[in-house]
T-cell receptor, first 113, second 111 residues
Framework: DTGVSQDPRHKITKRGQNVTFRCDPI?????LYWYRQTLGQGPEFLTY????????KSRLLSDRFSAERPKGSFSTLEIQRTEQGDSAMYLC???????????FGEGSRLTVL | GEDVEQSLFLSVREGDSSVINCTYT??????LYWYKQEPGAGLQLLTY?????DMKQDQRLTVLLNKKDKHLSLRIADTQTGDSAIYFC???????????FGAGTTVTVRA
């Protein structure tokens, strides 16, 4: 395992459809984060997990967004009834306990038509 | 979240040093990071510094932290064409690693 992996890398969908992204963190990293990055901006925090517990959700995460990490390993981010404003890069990151190093994946780019 | 400000663009000649600056508002920031992003890619962690440090050097990279002025800088020595990318400054107030990012500085290296 060489890094954080995300799938799919690109997703094009029609408005109103549901999409799901998957993130596999670095092995044994207990913390996992989701960020959203729009064009020309820095990433914005969405939510994070410690093991399987979702510890915090940003106000950016509307009711249409849900994230899970059922076994404390991989995580999924689902967006229901997608809107054009959801078009962005969704980034996943992970870190171990108290290391100070937060590693990001390559991201999943969502385009909502 | 807190505000993190960066200049948007920097153009530098190949072989020269690049200096990218960042200011932040939260004085309780404990971890401060620099990430690199190439087109269409994710974020690559370049280096980070703890708030109890003033400087950190790692090969061609030097990070300087001025806590009084809440100013962070990244110096890249002997800048190469492969250094052309967007550089993000990010800070976090504690060990939850919930980072607040700047908008990024686009560095262009010209021959």
């Amino acid at each position: 395992d060489t890094g954080v992996s995300q799938d799919p890398r690109h997703k094009i969908t029609k408005r109103g459809q549901n999409v799901t992204f998957r993130c596999d963190p670095i092995s044994e990293h207990n913390r996992l984060y989701w960020y959203r990055q729009t064009l020309g901006q820095g990433p914005e925090f969405l939510t994070y997990f410690q093991n399987e517990a979702q510890l915090e959700k940003s106000r950016l995460l509307s009711d249409r967004f849900s994230a899970e990490r059922p076994k404390g390993s991989f995580s999924t981010l689902e967006i229901q009834r997608t809107e054009q404003g959801d078009s962005a890069m969704y980034l996943c990151a992970s870190t171990g306990q108290n290391t100070g190093e937060l590693f990001f994946g390559e991201g999943s780019r969502l385009t909502v038509l | 979240g807190e505000d993190v400000e960066q200049s948007l663009f920097l153009s530098v000649r190949e072989g020269d040093s690049s200096v990218i600056n960042c200011t932040y508002t939260d004085s309780s920031s404990t971890y401060l990071y620099w990430y690199k992003q190439e087109p269409g890619a994710g974020l690559q962690l370049l280096t980070y510094i703890f708030s109890n440090m003033d400087m950190k050097q790692d090969q061609r990279l030097t990070v300087l932290l001025n806590k009084k002025d809440k100013h962070l800088s990244l110096r890249i020595a002997d800048t190469q064409t492969g250094d052309s990318a967007i550089y993000f400054c990010a800070v976090t107030p504690g060990n939850d690693y919930k980072l607040s990012f700047g908008a990024g500085t686009t560095v262009t290296v010209r021959a």
